[in-house]
């Protein structure tokens, strides 16, 4: 079962061999066909299935057509297999929702959990199959030993190339996943409690502002602002400054990194002489507090 070489399937005809199809199967036993047609790649293990089956054996579980349906079908070379697989799915599922729409989540669920099990249970016997097909056409043409061998080894064996794509998919796949699972907790932990940290400065600046304005009923100016802001008990190293507009709104200049950076606004409301401040921003709102999310909370 094992291959010498490279074989050449132009090669003239044995001088022992006439080659005719009725007297082809003489030339090579099915166990050099098996081991021909699998390939190197787990010869034994297939050949050793490929006999139970023959002997009318049950299929045994086939974990990679489990896992990876799609590419094993093709790294087998069982294209047309992978064709039907690909496309076939879809069309089926819709076929049926619409002969039996009552039952559609039902009918939905038990598609999609035989078409992941499917390929697990039947997997070796298409591939016997496969494999027994191949076999009949060479052995029709018929041939040389070394030619019949030769052209089982061109027609099955891997593809090689599809394990190469699949793994760059691999990746690319895990990259996204690990992207998306990684911004969230990179904003979470390394990006918010900075936010947090600035907008509660600028709530100090603004409990100072409304001291101010109970004592003068009125707001201070800009200068007035910046200078309680140097002098915050609290001060943060993200806010960069305050400034106050001509409506009293305070607006705060946030940098949490080099990228993440915008205005936070606290819009005051003043009620019996008090001042109380409503957090909004539209630059920053992926990592404000929540109370800087919804519009209308007042601190």
């Known amino acids: 079962m094992t291959n010498d070489g490279p074989r050449n399937k132009f090669a003239p005809p044995?001088?022992?061999?006439?080659?005719?199809?009725?007297?082809?199967?003489?030339?090579?036993?099915?166990?050099?066909?098996?081991?021909?047609?699998?390939?190197?790649?787990?010869?034994?293990?297939?050949?050793?299935?490929?006999?139970?089956?023959?002997?009318?054996?049950?299929?045994?579980?086939?974990?990679?057509?489990?896992?990876?349906?799609?590419?094993?079908?093709?790294?087998?070379k069982m294209w047309i297999g992978a064709l039907v697989y690909l496309i076939a799915p879809v069309p089926v599922l819709v076929a049926l929702v619409m002969t039996f729409p009552r039952y559609a989540p039902g009918v939905v669920l038990a598609w999609w959990l035989g078409l992941a099990l499917l390929p697990g249970v039947m997997a070796n016997r298409w591939y016997f199959q496969h494999c027994a097909s191949r076999i009949r056409d060479v052995r029709?043409?018929?041939?040389?030993?070394?030619?019949?061998?030769?052209?089982?080894?061109?027609?099955?064996?891997?593809?090689?190339?599809?394990?190469?794509?699949?793994?760059?998919?691999?990746v690319a796949i895990a990259a996204v996943i690990a992207a998306t699972v990684a911004l969230p907790i990179y904003r979470t932990t390394?990006?918010?409690?900075?936010?947090?940290?600035?907008?509660?400065?600028?709530?100090?600046?603004?409990?100072?502002?409304?001291?101010?304005?109970e004592s003068d009923r009125k707001m201070p100016s800009s200068a007035d602002v910046q200078r309680m802001a140097a002098n915050i008990?609290?001060?943060?190293?993200?806010?960069?400054?305050?400034?106050?507009?001509?409506?009293?709104?305070l607006v705060l200049d946030v940098q949490a990194t080099p990228e993440v950076a915008g205005k936070i606004r606290l819009v005051?409301?003043?009620?019996?002489?008090?001042?109380?401040?409503?957090?909004?921003?539209?630059?920053?709102?992926?990592y404000v507090p929540r109370t800087c999310r919804r519009l209308g909370t007042q601190r």
């Open 190 to 213: 390394a990006i918010e409690p900075k936010v947090n940290e600035a907008v509660q400065a600028g709530y100090e600046v603004a409990a100072a502002v409304g001291r101010r304005y």
């Open 268 to 286: 005051p409301d003043a009620e019996d002489g008090h001042l109380y401040w409503t957090c909004t921003t539209v630059d920053l709102k992926l």
């Open 14 to 76: 044995t001088a022992n061999t006439i080659g005719r199809a009725d007297d082809a199967s003489a030339t090579i036993t099915q166990e050099e066909a098996w081991a021909a047609i699998i390939g190197p790649a787990n010869t034994h293990g297939y050949v050793e299935r490929f006999r139970r089956l023959s002997l009318g054996g049950s299929a045994a579980w086939h974990w990679p057509a489990f896992l990876t349906t799609l590419p094993w079908l093709m790294y087998r």
């Open 233 to 249: 008990p609290h001060p943060s190293a993200y806010l960069r400054w305050v400034d106050v507009e001509a409506s009293g709104a």
């Open 140 to 170: 029709a043409r018929g041939g040389s030993h070394e030619q019949m061998l030769a052209r089982l080894e061109a027609a099955g064996g891997t593809n090689k190339g599809v394990v190469i794509v699949f793994a760059v998919l691999l």
